[in-house]
């Protein structure tokens, strides 16, 4: 039987940990290795992962962000093939099954499938599932944009090839990273939404406008870097309002959905609002390095 290292992120998680390892070690493709990477957490993470002896947890010192978790498990899987799911995912039974075929083509790397939001109680969880779906729709697509870090399995050989995760990107970003460098080395991803995994998540106003203000920054690092006022009110006007808006705003007005549309216009004034305390933050810790250098 083939053999895969399975693995999880897990940072405070321990309100969704214990039904994600359990999907885990429910696969009617049995995992050789199950890895919780512990990120530092200070709630109940480790001691529930402890409860399950087929489970070996690593842990890092201090929260130091997704993509070095997804690192430190390619450094500690004993396995080529290696599956991660995040730690608010719950994979259905056949979920690795399904992806493990399509790595018999030795040119593909990477599978991933598709996950459904599993909790939809809240305006913000219905706004999380119309505007940041971890999806390419209903049909297998060869090379889709980046496969879903919430679901997918890679060679590792390939990834370390490729550089690895770049642990710049801290909580979001790191998966098309990952995949344009792969993608450059001639290798394909496969999207197949017949792997189904489900998503614990829930939300509240406060945590779904975070989560989306750090998913739209994330192609935008190297803007936080050298930001400055105007280059903050050109993104209000020419990013934040002619694509994050706009459409989806124009779409909730046609299909009646007037609570969604109300949200949007909620996120048109935050995401400005955090690339200004983004800008003050980079502005701050500028004068301090002149400072502290004598410049």
């Not at 119309?130 to 496969?147: D, I």
């Not at 090839?161 to 770049?166: I, K, L, M, S």
Request: proline share 4%.
């Amino acid at each position: 039987m083939t053999k895969i290292t399975a693995y999880i992120p897990a940072y405070n998680a321990s309100e969704y940990l214990a039904r994600t390892i359990e999907g885990l070690l429910s696969q009617t493709q049995p995992f050789d290795e199950v890895l919780v990477i512990d990120d530092g957490s200070s709630d109940d993470t480790v001691a529930i992962a402890s409860r399950y002896p087929a489970v070996r947890i690593v842990k890092h010192t201090k929260n130091r962000g997704l993509a070095a978790a997804r690192n430190t498990a390619f450094r500690e899987a004993r396995n080529e093939l290696i599956a991660s799911v995040d730690a608010d995912v719950i994979a259905e039974p056949q979920w690795i099954a399904t992806l493990l075929p399509h790595l018999d083509d030795p040119k593909v790397v990477g599978a991933g499938g598709i996950l459904i939001e599993g909790v939809l109680k809240t305006l913000a969880d219905r706004w999380r599932d119309a505007r940041m779906a971890q999806q390419w729709g209903p049909v297998v697509l060869r090379n889709p944009k980046f496969l879903y870090g919430s679901n997918n399995i890679f060679r590792k050989s390939a990834v370390v090839e490729a550089g690895g995760y770049n642990e710049f990107h801290r909580s979001c970003g790191e998966d098309p990273d990952l995949a344009a460098r792969v993608r450059a080395r001639g290798w394909d991803l496969v999207y197949d939404p017949a792997a189904r995994s489900i998503h614990q998540r829930h939300d509240g106003l406060a945590s779904i406008l975070d989560m989306y203000w750090r998913w739209w920054r994330f192609g935008n690092q190297a803007y936080a870097k050298g930001i400055t006022l105007r280059s903050v009110l050109g993104h209000a006007v020419f990013i934040h309002f002619r694509y994050n808006f706009l459409p989806p705003a124009l779409q909730d007005l046609r299909t009646g959905h007037l609570d969604l549309l109300a949200l949007d216009l909620v996120a048109l004034a935050y995401l400005p609002y955090r690339d200004v305390r983004l800008w003050m933050a980079s502005r701050s810790a500028s004068l301090h390095e002149q400072r502290a250098t004598g410049a």
